[in-house]
């Protein structure tokens, strides 16, 4: 009996068990438990299942600063109102900072849940072998506010189409398949994410414009001629048919390409073309 009842201390509800989390939603908690991150047992006599309390703790730990960043967010909010209401609350782009990454981590476990999004351990590594990766756009008043992302990642072609023929998984990449940007060479860049909160929508070109802008400020002396990109949600598809991606279904039904040098009807991509042709760059033009 006294058994029974210790096993019984160790065991939250659904209730308890998402407080402890943050208030999180019943969704992204079952992804957790799905997972086999927080596990779920039945205790005896009882029909309703319960989770396991150091399961539970243990993620709290990993997302308090995610928590006390949401926290700190919505109390912003609060104060100042939505961003509609006040335009105190300016856009701001740059790259990823190592502060960055957990309050990055919240952002894609809230855009893609927690068995789409790669581990800490994992990004860090990438990002430890470039920083140049991963764009973000965020409040200018609060850094830790991040309204979308963008993460580019430098590598060989081959090893970009096993990615798109899904023979390698996102997660399984290593910091040794990520590319450095050096002087004198030719990059290939694979989109491996792109996304924005929905009510800050209209400041995503923002953040295109400024990789945009980055890959010009890069030449002549570093050259990104190509990207490939998988379209895995509506938006997506979307977001590669406005940049005029073409389709490589010899890969993958969902996979595209973008030539970087090539004409393209797309106003960021005339704008960057107009930025390197007055860097000295050709960009081609069909022969009508």
Not at 195 to 222: G, N
Not at 253 to 263: G, I, S
Request: charged share 30%; with cysteine; net charge negative.
């Amino acid at each position: 009996m006294q058994a029974e009842e210790a096993i019984m201390t160790e065991l939250l509800t659904s209730s308890e068990a998402r407080t402890l989390l943050g208030n999180m939603s019943p969704s992204t908690f079952k992804n957790l438990v799905d997972s086999g991150k927080i596990r779920k047992v039945t205790p005896p006599g009882k029909s309703q299942g319960k989770y396991i309390q150091e399961d539970v703790i243990k993620i709290a730990a990993e997302l308090k600063p995610f928590i006390d960043a949401d926290h700190h967010s919505r109390q912003l909010r609060r104060q100042a109102g939505s961003y509609k209401e006040n335009p105190s609350h300016p856009a701001a782009t740059d790259w990823t900072k190592a502060s960055d990454l957990p309050y990055l981590l919240a952002f894609d476990y809230e855009m893609y849940g927690v068995e789409n999004t790669v581990d800490i351990s994992i990004t860090h590594k990438w990002w430890e072998k470039n920083p140049y990766m991963a764009r973000l756009l965020f409040n200018a008043n609060d850094r830790k506010d991040i309204w979308g992302a963008i993460t580019i990642m430098p590598m060989k072609e081959e090893t970009i189409f096993r990615i798109l023929r899904d023979e390698l998984k996102e997660r399984d990449i290593t910091a040794d398949d990520i590319l450095t940007y050096q002087p004198g060479n030719e990059y290939i860049g694979y989109v491996a994410s792109a996304t924005v909160k929905k009510e800050y929508a209209t400041h995503f070109r923002e953040l295109l414009r400024s990789v945009f802008t980055f890959a010009c400020d890069q030449y002549p002396d570093i050259k990104i001629t190509k990207l490939y990109a998988y379209a895995s949600s509506p938006e997506g598809w979307n977001l590669i048919k406005r940049l005029f991606f073409s389709p490589r279904k010899d890969l993958d039904r969902n996979a595209f390409e973008l030539d970087l040098f090539e004409r393209n009807p797309s106003s960021y991509l005339k704008s960057f073309h107009e930025c390197l042709k007055h860097k000295g760059a050709d960009i081609f033009e069909p022969e009508w």
